[in-house]
């Protein structure tokens, strides 16, 4: 039986994890559903997606349980209903900082709908080794086995990461590699390899595998629109409204608002808000 989410516990849970200097936290979700658990596609090695649990960083300001309702929305697109218990936490090592991530289970408000989203990626699981199978080399059990869903850093994360810190302080940059960082774009190795820029020329690779080093990062947002206006980049009018935006506050590069807005679903237009508190200075 999982402990129970109490105001107590999740105040020990913050202030333990300071006192033993770890400041930055994270939260997942297993969200359960017909004795499944959720698993969503966050990220790709060599095009085959990486299963894990829903999760996200704590933002400044954020409660555990506000940073667990955000990240489950933004991931997922649906909405707690209840914090049903706590499982543990896991610590990974990330740009030389760990990361604690405390993994809750909760229930979710008709889960059954995001077999009716075509942009999320995702499956459920009800055997405990096939999960492990997927999470880890090793056989886990209990806690252990939800927590090894929070993988560790990928070539992904690590990119992701270098674009952070080349537009860190720059709000309309940031804001717009955050958006980016939401849409399916850094997962396509044709967006990536043609639009994002590092040292010595297109490509953070420069058309070679992953070192897993990304020092300095940069998008090529005019020459990717380019490419999706001419049809080079191909893809759904969700995923081209969303770079559109991204683009224009990254570069001012002019956008037609009530082309790029309509038809875009709830979760996205709560992508988009955010994104504007973020360029004008109010951070989420």
């Known amino acids: 039986m999982t402990p129970a989410v109490t105001d107590s516990l999740l105040h020990e849970l913050v202030t333990g994890s300071h006192a033993e200097g ?29 299963w894990q649990l829903p999760s996200d960083l704590v933002l400044p300001g954020e409660t555990l349980i506000l940073g667990l309702y955000r990240a489950v929305s933004v991931a997922t697109g649906l909405d707690i209903i209840d914090v049903t218990g706590y ?67 990928t070539p992904m994360e690590q990119l992701s990461a270098a674009l952070r810190a080349n537009a860190k302080g720059l709000l309309c940059t940031e804001a717009a ?23 010595g020329g297109t490509g953070p690779h420069n058309g070679q595998e992953p070192t897993g080093s990304f020092d300095a990062v940069f998008v090529d947002w005019a020459g990717a629109l380019a490419a999706l206006d001419s049809g080079r980049l191909p893809c759904s009018s969700t995923e081209g409204q969303m770079l559109r935006i991204a683009a224009g506050l990254a570069e001012g590069i002019p956008i037609d608002l009530r082309h790029v807005l309509i038809g875009l679903d709830a979760t996205n237009i709560r992508l988009v808000s955010q994104t504007i508190y973020h360029a004008t200075g109010h951070r989420p």
């Open 87 to 153: 499982l543990g936490h896991h610590d990974r090592l990330i740009n030389d900082e760990v990361v604690r991530t405390f993994v809750f289970t909760v229930t979710a408000d008709d889960p059954d709908r995001l077999c009716r989203r075509a942009n999320i990626s995702h499956r459920w699981t009800s055997d405990p080794v096939t999960a492990c199978d997927i999470f880890s080399e090793n056989h886990l059990s209990g806690t252990a086995l939800l927590a090894a869903g929070l993988i560790s850093a």
């Open 22 to 50: 770890t400041t930055c936290l994270a939260v997942a979700a297993a969200i359960e559903h017909h004795d499944c658990t959720l698993l969503v596609a966050s990220a790709y090695d060599d095009f085959e997606p990486v």
């Open 177 to 199: 590699i955050e958006l980016l960082l939401e849409q399916p774009w850094l997962h396509r190795r044709d967006f990536v390899d043609n639009f994002v820029s590092g040292p």
